[in-house]
């Protein structure tokens, strides 16, 4: 259990990043492609990210054995060159307690992480160019995408905040998200106590991450904290061949429904326009309901379908 205590000041401070964080939304997308599961559609982004990945990317790997990665590369900029620029700035005994605490228990780590523990330029140089590439490999493709869902999030908890208050849109945040009189309880491994004392917080949405949320809580400075924001499924790159590669993923006749419902839908109407039964495509609507990308709301005797922002993102086309 994380228990996030807030000062009254504190509530003044809640703050939503304005804009996607091009380092952060990397680390995670790399946390969430080293991770087992997630179905055949996370399988699918997985490989395609292995394949894309050039050689210049993998030092990345080293920097988080055993998936513990260290603290001064949370970058919250919300520009890649900022971001890289903030990374090289910091404390020189942050970078070092950082990796001490990373690789300990751990085999000795590889040359070029000795020296950048010892503040090495080379190394340094090495570090921003494997993450540049890698977010050129692994995001750049997708990021416009990143930026549309960026924006419905923020516009979903402002429209929150505004109606029941920050209080509870923070509640309300992440399932399992609880405030007890100034205290925030989230849903998390071990026992962790957090006392913001006027430090503030900023809530950073994440488009790559289905686990729960992940602190970024260093001195001075606010407590970030990066949530899940949807269902999490890999976005779509660019590129010819996008409907049938979603097609072999989703299969076609859910991929038809996704099309169609750009405009509102009946389940019947559906089942007209696919040539199924209403049997059949209530199946498939209640699996794409499911994942996120369309909403069911019944007016009357009706039942009316309509894809989400996600579902229009995922075949990109418009809401």
Not at 8 to 36: G, H, I, T
Request: glycine letters at 10%; aromatic letters at 6%; a positive charge.
């Amino acid at each position: 259990m994380i228990r996030i205590r807030f000062t009254a000041a504190d509530f003044a401070l809640v703050r939503f990043a304005p804009r996607p964080a091009p380092l952060q939304e990397l680390n995670v997308a790399l946390m969430r492609m080293s991770l087992p599961g997630g179905g055949p559609l996370y399988d699918r982004w997985r490989r395609r990210l292995l394949r894309s990945l050039p050689a210049a990317a993998v030092p990345l790997r080293d920097l988080a054995p055993a998936g513990l990665a260290p603290a001064f590369i949370d970058v919250f900029s919300g520009e890649l060159r900022e971001g890289l620029d903030t990374v090289r700035a910091a404390r020189p005994t942050l970078v070092r307690s950082e990796l001490e605490r990373v690789y300990a228990g751990h085999p000795a780590p590889p040359p070029w992480i000795r020296e950048l523990h010892r503040g090495g330029a080379d190394a340094w140089r090495l570090l921003r160019r494997a993450q540049h590439t890698a977010f050129e490999a692994a995001l750049a493709p997708v990021w416009p995408l990143v930026c549309d869902l960026h924006q419905e999030e923020f516009t979903r908890h402002a429209l929150a905040v505004a109606e029941h208050g920050v209080a509870a849109a923070l509640a309300a945040l992440v399932p399992g998200a609880r405030l007890r009189e100034r205290v925030w309880e989230l849903d998390g491994p071990g026992e962790r106590q957090i006392e913001l004392r006027g430090r503030g917080l900023v809530l950073q949405p994440t488009f790559h991450w289905t686990g729960g949320p992940l602190l970024a809580d260093l001195p001075d400075r606010p407590l970030y904290v990066t949530y899940p924001a949807g269902p999490g499924l890999p976005l779509p790159p660019g590129g010819p061949g996008g409907d049938e590669a979603l097609a072999a993923v989703l299969g076609r006749t859910r991929l038809e429904i996704l099309l169609l419902l750009a405009d509102e839908h009946t389940t019947s109407g559906l089942a007209r326009r696919l040539g199924v039964s209403n049997a059949t495509a209530s199946a498939h609507t209640a699996a794409l309901r499911g994942a996120g990308l369309i909403t069911t709301v019944r007016a009357g005797r009706a039942v009316l379908h309509r894809r989400t922002a996600l579902g229009g993102l995922l075949v990109r086309r418009g809401p």
